[in-house]
């Protein structure tokens, strides 16, 4: 599994509208709840903000993860933010964020969440984060999500 498994091309939002937490997490919710039917999103966004409520899911490089468990799935769904002007995401030094990877657990997927989250620090380790924020189209970002064994240290 890659990250282009789990952040399709319909879940790759380029400039997002949000320029706060709230309702960047309320954008990207509508939107996974749009392409996977299955979810409510309700449920996502309060999966998300209870775990928001325990500790910022910023992890630095202009980049959030938010995340949660969605009770009855199996599985690991994504939507990705990229904001050009940021999102005020209550972060350390206050300074904005850039690419939101939004993510919902299903029960069954509980082990492999981490490996997700260990490649999305990877991303960031080998600066694939400025390549997204420099893509011209979905497509560009969705391949650069689904490339292993590349410069991204295989991803």
Request: with cysteine; glycine share 12%.
């Amino acid at each position: 599994m890659n990250l282009g498994d789990i952040f399709p091309p319909s879940g790759i939002k380029l400039n997002i509208a949000s320029g706060s937490k709230s309702t960047a997490l309320n954008e990207l919710a509508s939107t996974l709840a749009e392409i996977h039917p299955e979810l409510d999103r309700n449920t996502i966004l309060m999966a998300v903000e209870d775990r928001e409520d325990k500790m910022n899911t910023c992890v630095g490089s202009g980049v959030a993860v938010p995340h949660g468990y969605y009770p009855g799935i199996d599985g690991i769904f994504g939507v990705l933010g990229i904001s050009d002007q940021g999102v005020a995401y209550g972060a350390l030094g206050d300074k904005p964020v850039h690419c939101i990877f939004m993510l919902i657990f299903g029960e069954g997927s509980k082990e492999k969440h981490l490996r997700v989250l260990n490649r999305i620090m990877t991303l960031i380790e080998y600066d694939g984060i400025p390549l997204i924020r420099e893509a011209k189209s979905v497509n560009e970002i969705h391949h650069l999500l689904s490339r292993t064994g590349s410069s991204l240290g295989g991803i």
